[in-house]
């Protein structure tokens, strides 16, 4: 079966930190892209950042530059997102997602490349 899970969500104030996991199972998720995405009320999903299978291929968003890490670690078939320094606009549901292998040129923000969604798992910054 073919199944993503996000945990490690909550509310923390300003500045502070959450580390995301997201378990994913199933043969055909282990050799392709896991992305992670998040969602602010009344706005648009946005591609926060994706992981190739080894892990050398990485990308963020600009506004999460230098405050987020994303690792994974394949033997645990797990995907992590460490968040650091957190902002309020960092606030909403965040959700993992897998896709293919990507290919040079590819944009990685755009969902329509992601198969497979996990539930979400809901972030709070605020004081």
């Known amino acids: 079966q073919l199944q993503l899970v996000e945990s490690g969500g909550g509310l923390v104030q300003p500045g502070g930190s959450l580390r995301l996991a997201c378990a994913f199972s199933?043969?055909?998720?282990?050799?392709?892209?896991i992305a992670w995405f998040r969602q602010a009320p009344e706005k648009e999903r946005e591609g926060v950042s994706c992981?190739?299978?080894?892990?050398?291929?990485?990308n963020y968003r600009d506004s999460v530059k230098g405050r987020f890490t994303t690792s994974r670690d394949n033997a645990k078939k797990t995907v992590f997102l460490q968040m650091d320094s957190l902002k309020p606009e960092d606030s909403g549901v965040y959700y993992c997602?897998?896709?293919?292998?990507?290919?040079?040129?590819?944009?990685?923000?755009?969902?329509?490349?992601?198969?497979?969604w996990g539930q979400g798992t809901q972030v709070t910054v605020s004081s």
């Open positions: 997602a897998a896709g293919p292998v990507f290919t040079s040129g590819v944009d990685w923000t755009d969902r329509r490349l992601y198969t497979y």
């Open positions: 199933g043969f055909a998720l282990e050799d392709g892209t």
């Open positions: 992981i190739s299978r080894s892990g050398w291929s990485i």
